[in-house]
């Protein structure tokens, strides 16, 4: 580690960051641009494997020389949340940063008029209710250490700008997404007097690879293109150094902010 690295990371005993969804896409960019900045990762994912191949995300982070762990959790599993806090604690005696990522779509995201209880609940389940569990376990973990400077502890949650605007055909998501924004705030507000920050990070179009990346439909893809200001589509490691920085002792006197990280799609 640098000592650029450690100042970003406010030094390597500062404590671990936990990043969920961290086996693919954004995560993954998480997770090695954190471990990269010092500190130690908890990888929170239903699987290891990502979903476009390739070594893990710990294997990679481990090749670079940074400190990680990948631990197996389901964030709609409140034992599973509470688990991952309380291993941070044990594991590295303080929690820094929990960024959450995990994310649920695909099949479960329709129109109101077509979708199901079944679809609402495995939505909120994964997009809402997680990031609920664990920012409630984190900021418990973190009213109980020592501040570091002026800091208890930082959230980072990935929104998304379909949290912002009305999205046709993606009613759950878009709603999920949009009360992610708001507990954002609710936490800024609640808790900054605690010395706990809680920002988060608004994606645009993101080129991840996954099943469903909108550069696998040539039509989509070129719409987003003439849609997006700036001169290229996002990738995973814009996102990254957006939660780099809220992450970092560099970000104290911003919190309940939903930074979008969209090449200019939101100002157009």
């Keep these: 580690m640098t000592a650029g690295a450690a100042t970003r990371a406010g030094g ?5 960051a936990i990043v969920t969804g961290s086996s693919s896409g954004i995560g993954r ?53 509470e688990h991952l806090v309380k291993l941070a604690a044990e594991r590295y005696a303080r929690l820094a940063v929990l960024v959450n990522n995990a994310v649920l779509a ?36 973190m009213l109980a250490q020592e501040p570091r400077g002026e800091v208890r502890g930082r959230i980072v949650n990935i929104t998304s700008q379909h949290g912002i605007v009305g999205v046709p055909g993606h009613f759950a998501y878009a709603v999920g997404k949009g009360g992610l924004v708001q507990m954002t705030r609710q936490i800024a507000v609640e808790h900054g007097r605690d010395g706990i920050i809680c920002n ?39 996102v990254a150094a957006a939660v780099a920085f809220l992450a970092s002792d560099e970000a104290t006197y911003i919190s309940g902010v939903n930074l979008m990280v969209d090449g200019g799609w939101m100002a157009y």
């Design 12 to 16: 390597a005993d500062a404590g671990c």
């Design 29 to 81: 960019a998480v997770a090695i641009r954190l471990a990269a900045d010092g500190f130690p990762v908890l990888l929170a994912d239903i699987r290891r494997d990502p979903l476009t191949g390739g070594a893990p995300t710990d294997e990679e982070i481990g090749a670079r020389g940074g400190t990680c762990e990948f631990v197996r959790a389901d964030v709609s599993s409140r034992p599973d949340c």
């Design 106 to 141: 695909g099949e479960h995201s329709k129109p109101l008029l077509d979708t199901q209880d079944a679809d609402w609940d495995a939505m909120m389940a994964v997009n809402l209710r997680g990031p609920f569990m664990l920012c409630r376990a984190a900021v418990r973990q």
């Design 200 to 238: 988060a990070v608004a994606p645009g179009k993101i080129l991840t690879g996954a099943p469903g990346d909108l550069a696998a439909d040539p039509v989509s893809a070129a719409y987003v293109r003439s849609r997006t200001p700036f001169g290229r589509l996002g990738e995973p490691t814009d």
